[in-house]
């Protein structure tokens, strides 16, 4: 599966690729919001695993730019934001899933698998 980590946390975001790498998937990061959607939009992903909070795009808005045109990859959206409201938000925003931080890799694998 090649999945798409946009986070701007580098010792996350390196973290996450290693362990999804491991399990044979083809891992690709984006440090921001605006990287995220345009490598998103270019390549053949299958799966995002996506930040709230991005320095530049919050990760709300990327999730409704992707399916506002019309791209229905599966979003699991991972933050340290874990209020119901804010996973209300992500899910309304587009986001498939939603996973606060700090969680078990286990969880995220399965997520990243939809």
């Known amino acids: ?3 798409l980590i946009i986070e701007d946390d580098p010792r996350l975001a390196d973290l996450l690729e290693q362990l999804l790498a491991a399990e ?3 891992v690709e990061v984006a440090r921001t919001g605006r990287d995220g959607l345009e490598y998103a939009r270019a390549s053949g992903v299958d799966a ?3 930040d709230i909070g991005l320095p530049d795009v919050s990760g709300l808005e990327v999730a409704r730019r ?3 045109a019309g ?3 599966p979003i ?3 933050t ?3 209020a119901v409201a804010d996973r209300v938000a992500g899910l309304d925003a587009g986001a498939d899933d939603y ?5 078990a890799f286990e969880e995220l694998a399965a997520g990243a698998s939809c």
């Open 1 to 3: 599966m090649h999945v």
């Open 76 to 78: 699991l959206m991972l």
């Open 80 to 82: 340290a934001r874990d």
């Open 66 to 68: 992707l399916r506002k």
């Open 99 to 103: 996973l606060a931080k700090p969680f």
């Open 48 to 50: 995002i695993v996506l």
């Open 71 to 73: 791209n229905a990859v």
């Open 24 to 26: 044979r998937h083809l």
